[in-house]
């Protein structure tokens, strides 16, 4: 039995209601099974984390955020997920409900076992050729005998390719037409679809046509959906396939991976599209056990409730991925920053300034290029104790800023195993960095200042050290001048690793490096004020 404890929000009424769609496969429908979510939410190690979710023993409902799911609708709760499930709508609506004053409402189009070269496919991706049409005819058919089925048509099999793009499509109108009858609490304040989130890619694995085509397909579909809701620069998450967990991803699923990853290089996706990794929300207690659950049924039951390809499914999981939708989109959504600097090295190295040209060279491999640092021991010798390898942007110099990095180690573990960012950067002894170190002391895994002397460690708040034991990870520092603030994040952009207020430099310039190790950097996002081209 769920019960309920309805809070009432304020809401400002007067301003247009904030539409988000949440869109894709079984992993948008949400697998985290109600069973779990009920034991975790009491449970000692697990009742911080979703402690939020419960008031007075009854589950929260948000009145200033409501939710449409196929044929339920309502406040956003618990349960909005598949049956007696949940899934990421529920810390989305939570997350994105706490930053607008505005009502919410999600309108959720996910259905299992779909892939985006058949079923989710845009029309701008048209039909396949008619020799694979045929194809698809004569197999389906020959099967369809088999099983005592009746014979198909040319124009069924057609029919097939893009029917949930226009069932979402259909849903989102319908929704949207029939606002007042399906929340009775809508004042005609109108309303503003603010933010797309996609988040699929399983089925589209076992084709090796939809894997070819993936980016293709992605790609149109962000632009048919803008098209069809009028919304040129609508902001479009994509959640990218995530069911490798710790592991490297391989063959089909790292190509669809790395298909996804690619959407923020595309020219008219800059600033307006992010891909949010969701391998690094990894439930590694339900992982451990998933093992032997079958001989650890009730051990099992407390921390996982499906398989791996949803997500085990972890209610934390499913929560933070939910977390981290949110926070992509509000920062699409709410960065007062113009991009500044978006590179991805298919231009070459010309705004980039090395330390040691020896170091460094530009590598394109499985389909992307990228800056790799290459050599140790650096030929640079700093006047003062701080990093030997520094690749700086050259040409500009900001204030405020967020710089987003994809960076991976090539070093084998081991303690001080790092990776830097730098900002503030004045000159050789004047700079900040952060330092990315597998294990923290007082030189390694923090925010450093360098000025004019050996650096000297100036974070209020850092982690005991940083996981590089998969490949490709993104980081963030945001930087503040007025407050000196300073947030690093790694991979969960809704949590810093890392925070310091410093207000020693301001405007300076951005780069990449390390103390003394090899590593990679690629899709390098640079947002700022007070820009200074050199």
Request: some cysteine; aromatic content about 12%; glycine content about 8%.
């Amino acid at each position: 039995m769920c019960l309920s404890s309805a809070l009432a929000f304020a809401v400002d009424t007067s301003k247009k209601v904030k539409v988000f769609i949440l869109a894709g496969q079984s992993n948008m429908e949400g697998k985290a099974k109600m069973e779990l979510l009920d034991y975790q939410v009491d449970a000692p190690e697990t009742r911080d984390f979703f402690k939020h979710l419960k008031k007075d023993g009854k589950w929260v409902v948000r009145d200033d955020v409501w939710i449409n799911f196929l044929n339920r609708k309502g406040n956003l709760t618990v349960g909005f997920g598949s049956p007696n499930c949940i899934g990421p709508e529920l810390e989305f609506g939570n997350t994105v409900g706490d930053y607008f004053k505005e009502q919410v409402l999600i309108i959720k189009t996910a259905w299992g076992g779909k892939s985006i070269g058949r079923d989710f496919r845009p029309p701008s991706s048209g039909l396949p050729s008619e020799e694979k049409l045929n194809e698809i005819l004569r197999k389906t058919n020959e099967r369809n005998k088999k099983q005592k089925r009746p014979e198909i048509t040319l124009d069924e099999v057609k029919s097939w390719h893009g029917k949930f793009y226009r069932e979402m499509m259909k849903e989102i109108s319908t929704t949207l037409a029939e606002l007042k009858a399906r929340f009775p609490d809508y004042k005609g304040q109108g309303y503003e679809i603010a933010g797309v989130v996609w988040f699929q890619g399983w089925n589209d694995m076992f084709d090796p046509d939809f894997v070819e085509n993936y980016a293709k397909h992605m790609a149109n579909f962000i632009r048919d959906v803008r098209k069809d809701l009028k919304a040129p620069n609508l902001p479009f998450v994509i959640g990218q396939m995530g069911q490798n967990g710790p592991d490297g991803a391989s063959g089909n699923m790292l190509k669809i991976k790395d298909a996804q990853a690619s959407m923020e290089k595309i020219p008219e996706f800059k600033g307006n599209v992010r891909v949010v990794k969701t391998d690094v929300f990894w439930d590694k207690k339900a992982a451990e056990l998933v093992k032997t659950w079958r001989q650890n049924v009730d051990e099992w039951k407390k921390v996982g409730s499906d398989y791996g390809y949803h997500y085990l499914g972890s209610a934390i999981t499913f929560s933070n991925i939910g977390r981290a939708f949110g926070q992509a989109i509000l920062d699409l959504k709410t960065s007062e920053m113009p991009l500044v600097a978006h590179e991805n090295f298919d231009n070459g190295l010309d705004r980039w300034r090395p330390t040691d040209k020896l170091a460094w060279k530009l590598v394109s491999k499985d389909g992307r290029t990228y800056y790799s640092l290459i050599k140790k021991n650096s030929n640079y010798k700093p006047k003062v104790r701080s990093p030997l390898n520094i690749s700086l942007l050259g040409d500009i110099e900001v204030g405020d800023f967020v710089l987003d990095v994809d960076l991976r180690s090539t070093e084998k573990p081991y303690g001080h195993q790092s990776l830097c960012l730098f900002f503030g950067h004045q000159d050789a002894t004047h700079f900040y960095y952060v330092h990315f170190g597998r294990k923290a002391d007082a030189h390694a895994n923090s925010i450093f200042l360098v000025n004019d002397a050996a650096r000297v460690s100036i974070a209020e708040h850092r982690t005991k050290g940083t996981d590089f034991s998969r490949g490709w990870h993104r980081a963030r520092i945001r930087r503040e001048v007025e407050t000196g603030r300073i947030e690093v994040y790694f991979d969960d952009m809704t949590r810093p690793v890392m925070t310091a207020v410093d207000k020693t430099f301001a405007v300076g310039r951005v780069g990449v490096g390390s103390f003394d190790d090899t590593g990679d950097f690629d899709s390098i996002r640079l947002c700022g004020r007070t820009v200074r081209n050199k």
